[in-house]
């Protein structure tokens, strides 16, 4: 009804599998329920070509890799990013989402 979302693009989300509707910015960045289900969705996909799923997978362990390079906080940055890509202004967490940019 409005709410974006994310949807998997080679099954077009035939019977609602592959379409994700996190409804907060706090779902959005716990893994579990983002990228874990989009990931294990992309490898059950039938639609999806196999050179996607193998790119995948190797894409999944790199980012394991890289992952504990970054510093602390780095992973939900960018959630929160795609989160204001999706909602723009639509308040998250309880409160408004800001669009300033951060000194690092």
Do not use: Y
Request: glycine residues 8%; positive net charge.
């Amino acid at each position: 009804l409005g709410f974006a979302g994310l949807a998997c693009r080679h099954c077009n989300s035939e019977n609602s599998r592959g379409r994700f509707f996190p409804s907060n910015i706090k779902t959005m960045s716990d893994t579990s329920k983002t990228l874990s289900v989009l990931h294990s969705h992309m490898l059950r996909c039938q639609q999806c070509p196999f050179r996607v799923k193998v790119g995948l997978q190797n894409l999944m362990l790199k980012h394991d890799e890289e992952r504990c390079k970054m510093k602390f906080g780095s992973q939900k940055a960018f959630f929160i990013h795609i989160w204001k890509r999706l909602h723009g202004k639509r308040p998250f967490d309880g409160g408004m989402v800001s669009h300033k940019k951060s000194n690092p």
